[in-house]
């Protein structure tokens, strides 16, 4: 006489655990890892960051042109203007603060700027360490600019200064591994914090 084989169901740890439950165990542990599939992570979202760093955003004309003519506000992300020069806030910032002075004329270079622009788009940038400094209170700054593309210049055809204002402790491993930074207040934040300081100006 043959002897019946039955197949096992198998059992799921989801299953398991419920079905110890119905049994009545006090208490069920779970090994970490092995029992729960996929671990949970915590995840940080930035689908604006990606489309920039796979450089998908094609924005028509320069967006620094587009700030000096029209003017403060935050659709262009202009805090301030000076006869030649302007305080832009970077779009996508490395720190909480991190601002852009630019010559208003659409240059690449420091040899094509005038004596008289050259000498106001260094005040602006006087200024704009000391807007932050009052407003932000860093330990620090990062202060400097990318001429050309090769040196990691982002709009490479206007010339621009980035400052950004440092503390203590301030690097994660984000931009280590995924070209990504963690900043704790947004930009409408930003915004509203530092042009409250430069209408004052």
């Not at 305080?87 to 700027?113: Q, T, W």
């Not at 984000?174 to 530092?194: Q, Y």
Request: hydrophobic share 40%; charged share 25%; proline share 5%.
């Amino acid at each position: 006489m043959k002897k019946k084989i039955t197949k096992k169901k198998a059992v799921t740890p989801k299953a398991a655990l419920q079905k110890k439950k119905r049994k009545g165990s006090a208490s069920v542990s779970l090994e970490a890892g092995k029992e729960i599939w996929p671990l949970e992570r915590d995840v940080l979202f930035r689908p604006d960051r990606f489309k920039y760093v796979r450089k998908l955003i094609k924005p028509n004309g320069c967006v620094f042109c587009k700030s000096a003519e029209e003017g403060v506000g935050f659709k262009t992300l202009c805090l301030y203007q000076s006869k030649h020069a302007m305080v832009v806030l970077n779009k996508f910032p490395y720190n909480s603060g991190h601002i852009l002075v630019i010559p208003k004329r659409h240059v690449a270079d420091f040899d094509l700027l005038s004596k008289v622009e050259y000498q106001d788009l260094h005040q602006v940038l006087q200024l704009g360490v000391r807007v932050l400094r009052q407003t932000y209170q860093p330990a620090g700054f990062n202060v400097g600019l990318n001429l050309g593309a090769v040196a990691g210049a982002g709009i490479p055809e206007h010339l621009h200064y980035h400052i950004v204002p440092r503390w203590a402790g301030d690097l994660n491993f984000f931009p280590l591994i995924a070209e990504t930074k963690t900043v704790i207040e947004s930009l409408e934040m930003s915004f509203d914090r530092l042009v409250a300081y430069f209408n004052k100006l």
